[in-house]
């Protein structure tokens, strides 16, 4: 009988980009949690501190390293700095931006911005750490949105960043595969209490007529996707790549969008 796999990722080394707030921190501090050293990068360095003293304090391993994913010289020498503790097991392309924005009125700066964090940085990412990837067994999972696939009002820029990043990661699942290494991605939902949803979702009795449309009548939390990004990671999935996982309570089969109609 073949032994039970499990998701404890002790012994491990994970790179979280975009880990200084959101859901990319909730993702650092669930693989910690499961053993993880990990290493989160981001543009503020004081995020990433109070983000690696939390992990810290309840025991994990961490450390923090400025770089902005568009920088590909700038990023690559924080990913650097994160495998000098051992190859990279585990990287999350988290960083991203978005704000809403008719496409008649955007700017080619503003919608370059977007295409660049998201899109951009998530292949700088994924090349920059390629190098350091442990092969076998390495596991990327890349933070998409149901943007990718859902058409939204005020998020052309965001549709077409994601879309491409879907692109990216199974792309990057064939070629690597042979390796042995997986590169799945998550597309998150409505997850509350994070900017994103701030910038994009009503407020009040708007905010409660969003939630009856969901099927599962709730708003993530980011436990929801931190959970799914742990399982990816993990031996659990250890069949599973080139996978978009969506996790939106239902939102894009409903047909349900976020921001101004």
Not at 17 to 46: D, F, K, P, W, Y
Not at 129 to 158: C, D, R, W
């Amino acid at each position: 009988m073949t032994a039970p796999t499990t998701q404890s990722l002790h012994g491990k080394v994970a790179v979280v980009t975009g880990g200084g707030s959101g859901i990319n921190q909730r993702i650092a501090e669930r693989l910690a949690e499961a053993g993880a050293s990990v290493a989160v990068i981001g543009r503020t360095q004081a995020k990433l501190d109070a983000v690696v003293e939390g992990i810290r304090a309840r025991g994990g391993t961490a450390s923090g390293f400025a770089a902005d994913v568009r920088d590909y010289e700038a990023l690559s020498a924080a990913i650097n700095a994160a495998a000098q503790s051992g190859p990279i097991d585990i990287l999350v392309c988290g960083a991203a931006g978005n704000f809403p924005a008719p496409a008649a009125k955007m700017s080619a700066n503003a919608f370059k911005s977007v295409v660049d964090i998201d899109l951009l940085g998530t292949y700088n990412s994924c090349r920059a750490a390629y190098e350091h990837l442990t092969k076998p067994g390495a596991s990327i999972v890349n933070i998409s949105a149901p943007q990718a696939f859902q058409a939204m009002a005020f998020q052309a820029h965001v549709c077409a960043a994601k879309a491409g990043v879907d692109m990216l990661t199974r792309t990057l699942a064939i070629e690597w595969g042979p390796q042995g290494i997986r590169v799945n991605a998550v597309a998150p939902g409505p997850v509350d209490q994070t900017e994103g949803m701030d910038r994009l979702a009503p407020v009040g009795p708007a905010r409660d007529a969003l939630v009856r449309q969901l099927p599962l009548r709730r708003l993530a939390q980011k436990d929801d996707i931190a959970n799914l990004v742990l399982f990816l990671c993990s031996d659990q999935a250890s069949y599973v790549t080139g996978a978009i996982m969506v996790c939106d309570g239902g939102m894009s089969i409903a047909g349900v969008t976020l921001g101004p109609s």
